[in-house]
T-cell receptor
Framework: AQTVTQSQPEMSVQEAETVTLSCTYD???????LFWYKQPPSRQMILVIR??????QNATENRFSVNFQKAAKSFSLKISDSQLGDAAMYFC????????????FGTGTRLTIIP | DSGVTQTPKHLITATGQRVTLRCSPR?????VYWYQQSLDQGLQFLIQ???????AKGNILERFSAQQFPDLHSELNLSSLELGDSALYFC????????????FGSGTRLTVV
C-alpha cells in the first residue's frame, strides 16, 4: 500500500524568507501524481501544486515550487518570499494513475510565519 | 467557493444518535469522495462513489454508510455515534482524471457529546 510521510510536524519561517517542507512516499508504481494541499485556519483544503511522476521538470506555481526526486521518492515544497497568508497546515498527497483513485495524505506540517 | 457544497457546516449530537451529512459535487464531476479528519490529524479516506456506484472503500466503519444519488449528490450516514467520531468530515469531487486531484468542500464539523 502507498504511504506518505511528512517528518516535520511544525515549521516556522520569517516573513519574506524561504522555507522547504519535506515529504517522502512509498509506492511500487512507476507513474502517479503528487500534490501539496494547504489547509488554513478556515479548514478549507486548497490545492497548491501538483506534479506528474513521469515529468522530470519540477512544477512551479508562482512562489511555490517542488523538488521532485523520483528515485529517492521525495517530494518537497519550497515556499519563497513567505507571506503571512501562507500560515497553514500543509499536506502532501499521492494518487495512483491506475486502480484506486483515492488520495493518500501525509500527516501534515504546520507552518507558522513570523512577522 | 470551491463548487463543492457540504451541509451542514456544524453538527452537535449525542452519543448513540444518527446523522446524515450531505455533499453536492462540483458541476460535471462524477466522483465523490468522503474523508475524515480527526483533530490535528491527516485525512483518512472513507469511501468513493462514481456516477452512483461505490468504487472504493477505505477505513470506513460498519456504522457508517454512504450513497450517491442520480443527481450525483452524496450522503454520508453515521449511526450509533461515539465520542471518537467527532471530526471534520470532508467531501471532495473529481472528474476522475488522475492529474486533477480533488476539489474539496468546506467540511462538516461533527461534535458528539
Amino acid at each position: 500500500a502507498q504511504t506518505v510521510t511528512q517528518s516535520q510536524p511544525e515549521m516556522s519561517v520569517q516573513e519574506a524568507e524561504t522555507v522547504t517542507l519535506s515529504c517522502t512516499y512509498d509506492t511500487s508504481e512507476s507513474d502517479y501524481y503528487l500534490f501539496w494541499y494547504k489547509q488554513p485556519p478556515s479548514r478549507q483544503m486548497i490545492l497548491v501544486i501538483r506534479q506528474e511522476a513521469y515529468k522530470q521538470q519540477n512544477a512551479t506555481e508562482n512562489r511555490f515550487s517542488v523538488n521532485f526526486q523520483k528515485a529517492a521518492k521525495s517530494f518537497s515544497l519550497k515556499i519563497s518570499d513567505s507571506q503571512l497568508g501562507d500560515a497553514a497546515m500543509y499536506f502532501c498527497a499521492y494518487r495512483a494513475i491506475f486502480g484506486n483513485e483515492k488520495l493518500t495524505f501525509g500527516t501534515g506540517t504546520r507552518l507558522t510565519i513570523i512577522p | 467557493d470551491s463548487g463543492v457544497t457540504q451541509t451542514p457546516k456544524h453538527l452537535i449530537t449525542a452519543t448513540g444518535q444518527r446523522v446524515t451529512l450531505r455533499c453536492s459535487p462540483r458541476s460535471g464531476d462524477l466522483s465523490v469522495y468522503w474523508y475524515q479528519q480527526s483533530l490535528d490529524q491527516g485525512l483518512q479516506f472513507l469511501i468513493q462513489y462514481y456516477n452512483g456506484e461505490e468504487r472504493a472503500k477505505g477505513n470506513i466503519l460498519e456504522r457508517f454508510s454512504a450513497q450517491q444519488f442520480p443527481d450525483l449528490h452524496s450522503e454520508l450516514n453515521l449511526s450509533s455515534l461515539e465520542l471518537g467520531d467527532s471530526a471534520l468530515y470532508f467531501c471532495a469531487s473529481s472528474t476522475g482524471a488522475a492529474n486533477y486531484g480533488y476539489t474539496f468542500g468546506s467540511g462538516t464539523r461533527l461534535t458528539v457529546v
